[in-house]
């Protein structure tokens, strides 16, 4: 029977493409594997690792402040409070200063521990920096 067997990509339309790219690379560590053109605009896929990708969509007249169902996207990390001194020394605003939970669970380990921290990225968007430290039987 087909099934979904892993996430590939986030994609993010972004008025300040050249800026993303050097953001998510420089700053955050992904690696830049494609870029190509589509319908005569840059799109390029950076590897976050584990086959998950973030796509930057080079969208200049992209209204700021669109709306948009995205809430977030969260990126897997081990060093969340050394990622995000990274990404404020880059200028970028902190929305959630890392904070560890303990979440209750109705499923899967009790309690789910993580470590967190969210920013706004070069167009606004909001992503999370996650570190799992509860491991998790995904088997």
């Not at 594997?33 to 086959?51: A, H, N, P, W, Y």
């Not at 080079?58 to 402040?65: A, Q």
């Not at 409070?81 to 929305?95: C, E, M, Q, W, Y």
């Amino acid at each position: 029977m087909p099934a979904v067997h892993g996430f590939h990509h986030v994609a993010v339309h972004s008025r300040v493409y050249d800026e993303s790219i050097r953001f998510y690379t420089e700053v955050l560590g992904l690696k830049r594997r494609v870029e190509f053109v589509l319908k005569g605009q840059r799109v390029s896929l950076l590897d976050s690792g584990g086959g998950a990708y973030v796509e930057i969509f080079d969208k200049p007249d992209r209204v700021e402040n669109a709306t948009s169902c995205l809430v977030h996207f969260a990126l897997r990390c081990r060093e969340v409070d050394a990622l995000i001194d990274r990404v404020r020394a880059s200028g970028r605003k902190i929305t959630l200063e890392p904070t560890s939970l303990e979440l209750e669970t109705r499923i899967g380990p009790k309690p789910f521990g993580i470590r967190i921290a969210f920013f706004e990225g070069p167009d606004g968007e909001s992503v999370e920096l996650f570190d799992e430290q509860t491991p998790v039987d995904l088997t």
